[in-house]
């Protein structure tokens, strides 16, 4: 099982990156996909979820409106589309997968609740 991260780099504020997220080894379809990150220093944080068919998805506040979560489970792969990025997104992003079967803000945005994780991709925001 490897979830595999990547589309970090080093982007200007107010720039765009995409990140993607390939799953091997499982159904994608079967698992709530998260993204998380963790700056230096700091602990890891929650960025976006999404269910197991896209209906529903939940963002952290200071990214609603900026990032956007989607997932193709024909492809396997969860996309977190990163727009009018700001320093303050600097970090390593990990994608995760989630087995629960239920759709609660008190699960997907926890990070203990994730199953499975990806290796992380740095994204670097400058001034």
């Known amino acids: 099982v490897q979830l595999q991260a990547s589309g970090g780099g080093l982007v200007q504020a107010g720039g765009s990156l995409r990140l993607s997220c390939v799953a091997s080894?499982?159904?994608?379809?079967?698992?709530?996909m998260g993204w998380f990150r963790q700056a230096p220093g700091k602990e890891r944080e929650f960025v976006a979820a999404i269910s197991w068919s896209g209906d529903n998805t939940h963002y952290r506040d200071s990214v609603k409106g900026r990032f956007t979560i989607s997932r193709d489970n024909a492809k396997n792969t969860v996309n977190l589309q990163m727009n009018s990025l700001a320093p303050e997104d600097t970090a390593v992003y990990y994608c995760?997968?989630?087995?629960?079967?239920?759709?609660?803000?008190?699960?997907?945005?926890?990070?203990?609740?994730?199953?499975?994780w990806g290796q992380g991709t740095q994204v670097t925001v400058s001034s």
């Open positions: 080894g499982i159904t994608l379809s079967n698992y709530i």
């Open positions: 995760a997968a989630d087995s629960t079967r239920r759709w609660h803000i008190s699960l997907f945005t926890n990070s203990r609740k994730y199953d499975r």
